[in-house]
């Protein structure tokens, strides 16, 4: 595809009006309802995790969100893997809700921590099976021969846990928390004119609580 292809991709946006209820989180649950209810959405809890690392360059990766409170959002992931090694660098991080069918986006900024291992326990046992041995079959962000050095990994960690057997969550896995400091939602509109309302903590402690304050953004 070349230059003048790529420029001339446009849409024009819908004249749906943005609207949203004084708390963030109660306006972020509303939308991630609507988003996992639309048939356009393959899956509306998938967010792009943005880190800085030890090299200074931002990382971007998409994980799943599997809680959200008022506290803040929650992933399950690696903690080998290349984003928790950047997150012990640096808890700052940015999660991004993709609803582009739905003309929508919501973007949020916290502080991440772990979340404990009683949580992490919990949530790896409501896990299926194939997904549990994955997870000891996978070293992630580590660098791989081959698939079948892989597929071997899984297939050991398969015989020695058996489908239908209780798999214990591997000591290098678990959970974060993201407690946000901004939470902006973003609506298309006509004539580029988006609307963008941020709700942002007067302090961004990293620590789960504070007053919001709402501010609407030049698109």
Do not use: C
């Given at each position: 595809?070349?230059?003048?292809?790529?420029?001339?991709?446009?849409?024009?946006?819908?004249?749906?009006?943005?609207?949203?209820?004084?708390?963030?989180?109660?306006?972020?649950?509303?939308?991630?309802?609507?988003?996992?209810?639309?048939?356009?959405?393959?899956?509306?809890?998938?967010?792009?995790?943005?880190?800085?690392?030890s090299d200074e360059f931002v990382q971007s990766r998409t994980v799943l969100l599997k809680?959200?409170?008022?506290?803040?959002?929650?992933?399950?992931?690696n903690y080998n893997s290349r984003k928790a090694q950047a997150i012990e660098i640096n808890?700052?991080?940015?999660?991004?809700?993709?609803?582009?069918?739905?003309?929508?986006?919501?973007?949020?900024?916290?502080?991440?921590a772990k979340v404990s291992q009683e949580e992490s326990d919990a949530y790896f046992q409501?896990?299926?099976?194939?997904?549990?041995?994955?997870?000891?079959?996978?070293?992630?962000?580590?660098?791989?021969?081959?698939?079948?050095?892989?597929?071997?990994?899984?297939?050991?960690?398969?015989?020695?846990?058996?489908?239908?057997?209780?798999?214990?969550?591997?000591?290098?896995?678990?959970?974060?928390?993201?407690?946000?400091?901004?939470?902006?939602?973003?609506?298309?509109?006509?004539?580029?004119?988006?609307?963008?309302?941020?709700?942002?903590?007067?302090?961004?402690?990293?620590?789960?609580?504070?007053?919001?304050?709402?501010?609407?953004?030049?698109?």
């Open positions: 595809m070349d230059r003048e292809e790529i420029q001339s991709m446009r849409r024009s946006y819908s004249e749906r009006e943005l609207t949203l209820p004084a708390d963030p989180v109660t306006a972020f649950r509303g939308w991630l309802k609507e988003a996992a209810e639309a048939p356009a959405i393959v899956e509306a809890n998938a967010m792009v995790l943005s880190t800085i690392g809680d959200v409170t008022e506290s803040g959002f929650t992933f399950f992931t808890p700052q991080v940015v999660l991004l809700f993709p609803w582009y069918a739905m003309e929508r986006q919501v973007i949020v900024q916290g502080f991440s409501s896990r299926p099976w194939s997904s549990q041995i994955g997870a000891w079959a996978s070293q992630q962000s580590a660098p791989l021969n081959s698939r079948e050095e892989l597929e071997n990994r899984y297939k050991g960690a398969a015989e020695k846990w058996p489908e239908g057997s209780k798999v214990p969550t591997p000591p290098h896995w678990g959970g974060y928390l993201v407690v946000p400091f901004s939470i902006e939602f973003w609506q298309g509109r006509y004539s580029r004119l988006h609307d963008r309302i941020r709700y942002e903590r007067s302090q961004n402690s990293g620590e789960p609580g504070g007053d919001w304050e709402t501010h609407r953004y030049y698109p």
